[in-house]
């Protein structure tokens, strides 16, 4: 069982936190930024995963944003990363072409995403199609009742040519606005790489 | 221009309610959705954590004002809500929200319903109160006849939900067990799956329904349904044995790809139900013959048909490999498995090496082929730049060990480590495995050859490893019984702080090994080296043990000669034990005496007969202070002066300067203080006196010590005169066997001194303030013997009439508490068949004390009743009760019941034992206590904390170095606990060790306690009670506690 997500930027910045176990508050903080400094001091050729306190974490970093999850002694550690893998497939598919901006300024969809991901810390449902089936449910109705109030990307825009990123001032905080395919790291395990996602999510 | 349309908005709400939905207007709309992004881009582009503090603030308000207004549509809430979710991320608080947030998912359509779940889930956690206020609309909406609706509520409830609300919606979740659609289904599932997390017994009865779930004609309930028995059969697998051939056969069907396509994962057919499916069979077939046959065949598939180079089919055949070893064996399939774990090994990828390796240290244990096989590649793991892996590979070593002799192994690895190639932290991580490896080698060649060279290593971090080698190497003995053959000794590589090794090493240096310096340490000692002036004289102790070999490092001037200027010596170089690494402070040698000149002059204050009067010993001290002022040496003290300037480096005449520093600043204090003596004993200024006086003014290098020294003066007791506080603090036996109190009531007793009276003010214990005066003068009288020997507490009332009065006190023996009633006949007639007896206690071993027994109390005079407690069980508060009964003129019977505290202190004792036995006992001791404390003043608080730890815990001072104190006390009848206090600054590091793991909790309590009062004493030091009452802090101290 999953006992936390966490996503956060390059500089320390948490974008999206879920928690599994009741933890206090405090605890929280102390544990986000103790993981954040962890990780982030690791060195990009290092491996995935950390033991940490009684955890194991399992991290990766897409572009300028990191994906961490703690899970538990007997989790397989492999398919946690694969579980951050279809969340961003999840996420860049809901998104189109997803980037940090997209998770910073609409962090609820990335969190209802994950919610139809994920439920209780395990995964409940594997089939992004019927994940995502879900979510264009519920943002139908959105639709329906008070109008579209946000417009998908459509693939056919120039890349990084992104709405946000012009009224973005640069700053030494300003998050990198590249899609997270683009910085991921090239495994050759996943033939199925942001080129044959976009083709067959485009559309 | 959105403001003001917003503001008109707000001013017609009930309009804008109406409309908004509908056909709002685009303006508003618009203002509200870019609110949270107009936030985002404020805090990208500010620079500074307080500007982000500063508009997160100012933001919160706002939104305060806008979701408590009543105008607020929920639209608007929705929007607010989300802002608030992001503030929380950054750190902020916005409970206020919550609240709202609740009344969001109640109130909002679907969308804003949804936002509303979804800060609940954020905002709240499962024990909190506001969530009960969510059941009814949790409720409502699973009846809803809305998908969504149903979706949302079964989301939040696995998500968070009260325990004690699971019987509400329980019923509602199991009737979606039916639901006609697959999303619902699945949601109840896991809905059910999370309680049966947070409280197994309330969804027992529905195991039936979850079985229909696991046979649900869709797939993903189906799955869902797994997380639940993987869960099940975690706790008891033999109750689902049954169930087997159901998991093996959904499996065989996911392997050959029966599934729908929707569920493959980059071609690869539902990999989480796969490996969700392996888990469950590994458990099951676990150590059963009958149930893992019937797995063989669907295990050896998996592992044939994850070929395909994908990381997802590493990942279950990772778990296939797990599962393989887990349940009853098949070479067949365990020599698959070991081929793939070679798969993981050799691979490229970080990641799956990484899981190689460890799976290789699990496997190894079954098969030590497998190591050798993979050699090269763990070896070649060596120098990965990840220290995770490195750690991983070392632990390999000692499988290697089956096949081939550990002489060729640390052939090899001494091969390697002559290499230049590899990083000196691999090396000394070789040298860790070649030492784990020697105890089981026949010849040692290589291994002294390695030795040899090693030692002399300029990298401190290899030589301090082979060090560790080299005595370990001359001590094979005992190197073999602590590295056993057997064993893995991974621990002892990955266990950073080598704790296993403590009691080892200590013994070992105290046999003259090498001490081992942690690496802050050594940075330390490097820093340190070029600087003119430290203030961590024993870091740089630390470099002489590197020039002189064996030589202890110990620069400490130990407590143990008398003269024992160890304190003022310490205080004056802000000396530092350190503790972390004291198993290295120990040497063969012992402690080098003297370090410093000015220890030095004190060593010659040492002979001084003890015939000698005061007087003469003061002007020696005198005399010698002046001499270490002007650095009038003789040659034997130049010596020292060059040993110590190469211990210390720069620490030679700097020292005098920063110790006429330190002294400038506490002398008009002691001035103060001494002008209050004389007034105080204003009718007693003897010779004495005088000398005492000019002595403590005089002299600016006089410190605490002086401050004491006056007191014993004072009370005119010869023998202490001789000892400077640090001689009465620490190994002066005749003090702290006999706590000062008993000094005093000695002298009291002995010689009719001046200051008799002045003393009985000071060391008045704590009661005696509260106690009547009639107590006080019976005290002296009643006092047994034994009350000089040993320490006591006060005599406190516990009951009384008209006739007798009761009273009792602690005596502290040595080997138990002696509890002493008194009872004291106020009347004219005597009383007869006085009896005393006390309720047994379960706690306590009460042994009622002979010559107790006399019957008769004659008027108006005491009769002693003692009984000796001992305690049978740890606790922390206890009772004794009793009652005393008597007749008075044989008429009638009377009964008095009393009873008194005893609290776990009473049972505390000090452990007199030496600053190096307390270095060996604190590695033995595996239950550990820390906690920082705050002092006002630092420096001079040590030895005066101390002192009032001493007298009132009973603790045994067993050293002072510098700025650290250890403390030594016993728990009776054996329970020894060790205290280290380091003064940092204005903090106080206490740390206790103990063998008994609840010890050291409770005495760090007390002594926070003590040293809260002492701080409040320090607080009000200047305060017209310290001139008034005492001029002995001490009874400040007491005074405090009782005002406290």
Known sequence: ?203 | MSDIVEKTLTALPGLFLQNQSVSGPAAAKASFSSRLGGLVRGITALTSKHEEEKLIQQELNNLKATVSAPTTTLKMMKECMVRLIYCEMLGYDASFGYIHAIKLAQQGNLLEKRVGYLAVSLFLHESHELLLLLVNTVVKDLQSTNLVEVCMALTIVSQIFPREMIPAVLPLIEDKLQHSKEIIRRKAVLALYKFYLIAPNQVQHIHIKFRKALCDRDVGVMAASLHIYLRMIKENSSAYKDLTGSFVTILKQVVGGKLPVDFNYHSVPAPWLQIQLLRILGLLGKDDQRTSELMYDVLDESLRRAELNHNVTYAILFECVHTVYSVYPKSELLEKAAKCIGRFVLSPKINLKYLGLKALTYVIQQDPTLALQHQMTIIECLDHPDPIIKREVLGEYSYLLDKETPEEVITKLYKLLRSDSISSETKAWIIAAVTKLTPQAHSSNIVERLIQEFTTSLDTCLRQHAFELKHLHENVKFMKGLLPVDKSCEDMVVDASLSFLDGFVAEELSQGAAPYKPHHQRQEEKLSQGKVLSFEPYGLSFSSSGFSGRQSPAGISLGSDISGNSTETGLKETNSLKLEGIKKLWGKEGYLPKKESKTGDETEALPVPQENIIMENVDQIITKNDQSQALTQSKEEKEKQLLASSLFVGLGSESTISLLGKADTLSHKFRRKSKVKETKSGQTTTAENVTRSSFSSSSNVTYEEDYYLDNFQDRGDKEIKKFSLNSELLDSESLTELPLIEKISNCRLSTPSLFAVNNMEVFHPPQSTAASVANEISLASSLLEETTEHMHSDLMEVCHNETISVSSYKIWKDECLLMVWSVFNKSASELKSANLEIAPAENFKITEQPGCCLPVIEAESTRNFQYSVQMEKPFTEGNLSGFINYQVMDTHSVQLEFSVNLSLLDFIRPLKISTEDFGKLWLSFANDVKQNVKMSESQAALPSTLKALQQELRLHVVDIIGNEGLLACQLLPSIPCLLHFRVHGDMLALWFRSSCSTLPDYLLYQCQKIIFHYRLLQDIEYNSLWYTVSPCCLSILCIAICIC
């Open chain 1, 1 to 203: 069982m999953m006992r936390f997500m966490l996503l956060f930027s390059r500089q320390g910045k948490l974008r999206l936190q879920k928690w599994y176990l009741a933890t206090s508050d405090k605890e929280r903080k102390k544990m986000v930024r103790e993981l954040m400094q962890v990780v982030l001091a690791r060195k990009p050729k290092m491996c995935s995963f950390l033991e940490w306190r009684d955890l194991k974490v399992v991290y990766k970093r897409y572009a300028s944003l990191y994906f961490c999850c703690a899970i538990e002694g007997q989790d397989n550690e492999l398919i946690t990363l694969e579980l951050i893998h279809r969340y961003v497939e999840l996420l860049d598919k809901y998104f189109g072409s997803v980037c940090e901006l997209d998770i910073i300024f609409n962090f609820e969809k990335a969190y209802f995403i994950l919610d139809e991901f994920l439920m209780g810390g395990d995964v409940q449902d594997t089939s992004k199609k019927s994940v995502l089936k879900a979510i264009e449910q519920a943002d139908l109705l959105q639709e329906v009742r008070a109008g579209p109030v946000r417009k998908r990307r459509k693939r056919t825009k120039a890349k990084g040519a992104l709405p946000t990123l012009d009224t973005l001032p640069a700053g030494p905080s300003c998050p990198f606005p590249t899609s997270l395919w683009r910085l991921a790291p090239k495994a050759p395990g996943w033939p199925a790489g942001p080129q044959a996602l976009t083709a067959r999510g485009g559309r």
